[in-house]
Structures are given as structure tokens and as C-alpha cells.
């Protein structure tokens, strides 16, 4: 049963054009004041929520982004922040990508935020997709091979970390510590400090690929996934909760449908299913020319990748569109009844679904997020709210 919601924002800046006749997504070189303004619109949307009754208010970590689309560089400096700003609402990494990190100094970044903010922020861990971002912090993203065996001992590492008082670590790429002289004895062993006041850590990982290693992997640390959102496709993929829920089982959990996962939406709220597709439409466009060349727009051919660096060609190159991805369950579109109803829907295919994000894709205006996020705590959620007091009241 849904019982919490959250967003993403992945620290876009409101452009002056939008879609796919506006400004090439290459082309866009911003001033450093329109970039920084990414931090107060973090703020407008997270008190947004917080006055809302959302659980969760996501960010994700991005670097050298003149662009604009990503532009947050240190998502636990501006989680601590939003925390000291707003009252209730948690502030989620979404997520910190583990390999442009040294894993003791994001566990030790981590464990300082949860203590500042008395446990509200939520961590989680990527393995990235710029080339861009991960290959000029010197690790690997166009090998993924190495980037997942990077990663996955990067997070073994930072569990380590977190769980154990003291403790020491033997890889492929780290030696923890390394063994030198300290104030009169060899160094064997080494603990975090401080470490996070809020144990065990909940944890989230985005399921992309699905896996069976990657899956094995959160499984074994205990890491719940978020699927859907952001620049991945969103909707809610059958084929990758029943693999989840098998995975869980395979060790020994007794999990359902929906268990320890996240399933993400973007919406748009209007009086019709018709006019919200033509409002948000642009922004879909916009979100599009930016993702696809990264590989986030699946069964695209290069030359329509090519044609959306150009309005005319992009018009004419066949590109998926809004009413596609609404038609494929990705996003909501229409009224609040007909979320709510296609929601449930989500509810009852995957009955041990708890967590739903929903929100707007990258190219949205500061304006329609707060506008959009205040209707659907109005409006949406209080259906879903209902149907849990109700079934407390049966039990």
C-alpha cells in the first residue's frame, strides 16, 4: 500500500526556451549567477513539500554542468542546509555517485549530515553516467566493467564503515589502512568518525540495468531501489520488480511485489488528459534532448539522437513524444481522479509498494514545480492517506 511520497529535482535552472525548437542542449553556456540559482529553487521546492506532507525531497549530485540541466554539485552540503530551512520533510541523495568519491570521506560526509540534521537525510549511491563527470574525478565510465567493480568496492567499504566500531579492508583498488607507524604502533585497523548516529542507514541505489549481479549486490547490503524518475524511464517496469522480489527471496526475505522499492513518475496536473500532455510537452521535449544522447531514451537510431540538436530535423525524425509515455505508463497526465485511479492501479499490481516518487522532468520552471507539487499534495494524496487510516482502522 502507498503511504509516502517524494520528488526529484536534479538541480536544473529555468531556461528561456524550452523544447525542441529552443537553444540546443551543447549550446547552452550559462552565467554563474543563473547557475547558482539552482540552491534557492532547491528551497522553493523543498518547502513546497515540506508544507505538503511529502516524505522525501531527492537530489542528485552532478558536475561541470554550464548547461544547466544538473547543477549540484554537493548534495549532503545543501541537505544539511534544506534541513535547517524546513521542518519535517527528509532530504534524500539521489544520488551520491560512489566512484568520484573516496568511500571513507562519503561515509565520514554522510555520518556528519546525519547527525546535523538528527537523522534526516537519506543516503544513497550510483555508479554515475556522465563521462564527462566520472572520467575527469580519474575513474572509470566508459569501461563499465571496471566502473561497476569500482563501485560495488567502494560500497563495501563505506558499509564497513558505517556498521563495524573497527575495521580494515584488503581490495583490488583500496588498502584500509595502510600499515605505517601511528604515535607508537603498526596501523591494523581504523574507525569512522564520527559515525552516523542513525543505524542501520537506510540506503538507496537507482535499478537501471537490473541486473542479477547489480541486484545481488543491494540485496546483499540491504540497499532499496528506486526505479523509474529522473532521466531514467520512468513507469513501473514489471519485468525488474518481479526480478527484485526474487532476488530478496533468493536470500532468504519474504518479499512481495513492491518490496523495499521506489517507483518513480513524472506528472502534470490539468483539467484534462489533453491539456496537461500540451502544457508539459515542452518540458518533455526539453528533458528528451537532453538524456537521449546520454543512452536514457531507449530504441532511438543515431541519426534521430542527431536530429535533436535541430528543431526542424527533430520534428520531422519520429521521437517519442508525451502522449507515448503517458500511453506507456511513464507519466500522469490529467486530472487528480485520474492519477489517484492509475495510481491504485500501481498499488494493485504491486501490493507491497510503500514509496512513490513522483514529480517534473529537468527543464521545468521553478513556477509549474511548486504549482504542480502543491495540487498533487492537495489533491492526490489525501486519497492515498484515506485508504491508510482506513486499513488501520481495520487491523
Excluded at 2 to 9: A, C
Aim: proline letters at 5%; glycine letters at 8%.
Amino acid at each position: 500500500m502507498i503511504t509516502k511520497f517524494g520528488s526529484l529535482y536534479a538541480g536544473h535552472v529555468d531556461f528561456d526556451d524550452l523544447g525542441f525548437d529552443a537553444t540546443p542542449a551543447n549550446d547552452r553556456w550559462l552565467s554563474d549567477e543563473r547557475l547558482a540559482g539552482v540552491f534557492d529553487k532547491a528551497l522553493a521546492i523543498a518547502e513546497v513539500m515540506d508544507r505538503n506532507g511529502y516524505d522525501t525531497f531527492w537530489m542528485a549530485e552532478h558536475h561541470f554542468q554550464r548547461e544547466g540541466y544538473e547543477v549540484l554539485p554537493n548534495i549532503l552540503m545543501v541537505a544539511v542546509h534544506l534541513a535547517h530551512l524546513t521542518q519535517n520533510i527528509k532530504i534524500g541523495c539521489g544520488f551520491n555517485i560512489a566512484p568520484m568519491w573516496h568511500p571513507l570521506r562519503l561515509a565520514e560526509d554522510y555520518a556528519t549530515a546525519d547527525i546535523l540534521t538528527n537523522g534526516r537525510v537519506v543516503f544513497g549511491v550510483g555508479r554515475g553516467y556522465h563521462t564527462r563527470e566520472v572520467e575527469v574525478f580519474g575513474a572509470p565510465m566508459l569501461d563499465q566493467d571496471a566502473n561497476r567493480e569500482l563501485f560495488e568496492e567502494q560500497v563495501d567499504i563505506v558499509f564497513k564503515a558505517f556498521n563495524e566500531r573497527a575495521f580494515s579492508h584488503q581490495g583490488k583498488h583500496y588498502t584500509i589502512p595502510p600499515r605505517v607507524p601511528y604515535r607508537g604502533y603498526e596501523l591494523t585497523e581504523l574507525s569512522l568518525v564520527p559515525r552516523p548516529r542513525t543505524l542501520p542507514v537506510e540506503s538507496w541505489q537507482p535499478v537501471v540495468s537490473a541486473s542479477a549481479r547489480g541486484l545481488d549486490f543491494m540485496a546483499k547490503h540491504g540497499i532499496k531501489g528506486i526505479i523509474g524518475g529522473g532521466a531514467a524511464s520512468g513507469g513501473a517496469n514489471e519485468r525488474v520488480v518481479e526480478a527484485w522480489r526474487d532476488t530478496l527471496r533468493r536470500r532468504g526475505r519474504e518479499a512481495e511485489l513492491g518490496t523495499d522499492l521506489c517507483i518513480g513518475f513524472s506528472f502534470h496536473i490539468a483539467d484534462t488528459e489533453e491539456q496537461a500532455i500540451k502544457e508539459a510537452t515542452p518540458f518533455f521535449e526539453e528533458n528528451m534532448k537532453m538524456f537521449a544522447p546520454l543512452g536514457f531514451v531507449r530504441g532511438l537510431s543515431d541519426e534521430q539522437i542527431s536530429a535533436l540538436a535541430d528543431g526542424p530535423r527533430a520534428r520531422q525524425a519520429n521521437l517519442p513524444t508525451l502522449r507515448d509515455a503517458v500511453k506507456a505508463g511513464a507519466w500522469l497526465c490529467g486530472p487528480p481522479e485520474l492519477i489517484v485511479e492509475k495510481l491504485q492501479e500501481v498499488q494493485h499490481k504491486f501490493p507491497a509498494l510503500e514509496v512513490v516518487n513522483v514529480g517534473q522532468v529537468v527543464g521545468t520552471p521553478q513556477r509549474v514545480i511548486v504549482e504542480q507539487l502543491e495540487r498533487f499534495g492537495k489533491e492526490v494524496m489525501p486519497a492515498f492517506a484515506r485508504q491508510g487510516s482506513a486499513a488501520m482502522t481495520v487491523a
